[in-house]
Antibody, heavy 118, light 108 residues
Framework: VQLVESGGGLVKPGGSLRLSCAAS????????MNWVRQAPGKGLEWVSS????????YYADSMKGRCTISRDNAKNSLYLQLNNLRVEDTAVYYC????????????WGQGTLVTVSS | SNVLTQPPSVSVAPGRTAIITCGGN??????VHWYQQKPGQAPVLVVY???DRPSGIPERFSGSHSGNTATLTISRVEAGHEADYYC???????????FGTGTKVTVL
């Protein structure tokens, strides 16, 4: 099982970025998927989750209205579109597979760094 | 919003037992899950559903849950256990996942 994030980088406040997560080693279309972020030196913060067939989508209050989660089961890929980025959105963004009960996350990708700075 | 409170740090001598607590009103009716995060690495699940261990996680990691407090216990601590540890619950009422504030375990 492997999750590989990409798409991070340096962006100015107010800018946009699209993160991707390529999944392999499991039946991607059978699992909920999630994004979790971690600001430098800070703790883990859940960002968003999407069910296996995209029927259910949830967002953290801090990101609601500014990000969109999506997935392409044919491409075994998860996405996170980030808009109107703020300095405080600077973080490593991890994708993580959800458990069959949708309760916990395992495994996690290595993360991609998003830096929002002018 | 729901908050899961953990002690910022726990220090333990090699061979002893580290005990990390996670408290919050939401815990009472929920399963609690625990992650280990070593510097520069992604988190790794070490306990799920209060007390179950994923395959590959040694028995020295154990979890328990009583009332509004969950506990992660690391027995016979080694230098390799130095890491940040986070608890987590699924808030089904608000459809949110909540992480604890995190605990840094230092091996003396």
């Amino acid at each position: 099982v492997q999750l590989v994030e990409s798409g991070g980088g340096l962006v100015k406040p107010g800018g946009s970025l699209r993160l991707s997560c390529a999944a392999s080693g499991f039946i991607f279309s059978s699992y909920n998927m999630n994004w979790v972020r971690q600001a430098p030196g800070k703790g883990l913060e859940w960002v968003s989750s999407i069910s296996s067939s995209s029927t259910y989508i949830y967002y953290a209050d801090s990101m609601k209205g500014r990000c969109t989660i999506s997935r392409d089961n044919a491409k075994n890929s998860l996405y996170l579109q980030l808009n109107n980025l703020r300095v405080e959105d600077t973080a490593v963004y991890y994708c993580a597979r959800g458990s069959s009960s949708a309760e916990w996350f395992d495994p996690w990708g290595q993360g991609t760094l998003v830096t929002v700075s002018s | 919003s729901n908050v899961l409170t953990q002690p910022p740090s726990v220090s333990v001598a090699p061979g002893r037992t580290a005990i990390i607590t996670c408290g919050g009103n939401i815990i009472g009716s929920k399963y609690v899950h625990w992650y280990q995060q070593k510097p520069g690495q992604a988190p790794v699940l070490v306990v799920y559903d209060d007390s179950d261990r994923p395959s590959g996680i040694p028995e020295r990691f154990s979890g328990s849950h009583s009332g509004n407090t969950a506990t992660l216990t690391i027995s016979r601590v080694e230098a390799g256990h130095e890491a940040d540890y986070y608890c987590q619950v699924w808030d089904s009422y608000n459809n949110h996942y909540v992480f604890g504030t995190g605990t840094k375990v230092t091996v003396l």
